[in-house]
């Protein structure tokens, strides 16, 4: 069974950081891209950033501004994103996708105080 699970969202102080983590089950992780997504209320969904297999590539959105960075341990079936310097706009719901086949986790919470 193909399966995304995150943790590490929380409450955090502006200026403060989190890292997330996704463990990946089901598949053969180190061959597919992993990205993270993040959805705040009323809001559409945007992504965060991106890894290639075998991290070759990585991408973010524009709005992260060197502030966040995704990783994977493919030993570990795990992407992380580590997030430095959150802001209260940062605050929402993350989450992990498999963009092949258009697997999802069900999300960690973010909030930021200010």
């Known amino acids: 069974q193909v399966q995304l699970v995150e943790s590490g969202g929380g409450l955090v102080e502006q200026g403060g950081s989190l890292r997330l983590s996704c463990l990946a089950s089901?598949?053969?992780?180190?061959?597919?891209?992993m990205r993270w997504y993040r959805q705040a209320p009323g809001k559409e969904r945007e992504l965060v950033a991106y890894t290639y297999p075998y991290a070759r590539d990585i991408n973010y959105g524009a709005f992260v501004k060197g502030r966040f960075i995704i990783s994977r341990d493919d030993a570990k079936n795990t992407v992380y994103l580590q997030m430095n310097n959150l802001r209260p706009e940062d605050a929402g719901t993350y989450y992990c996708?498999?963009?092949?086949?258009?697997?999802w986790g069900r999300g960690t919470q973010v909030t930021v105080s200010s």
């Open positions: 089901g598949f053969a992780f180190s061959s597919y891209a």
């Open positions: 996708q498999r963009p092949n086949g258009d697997v």
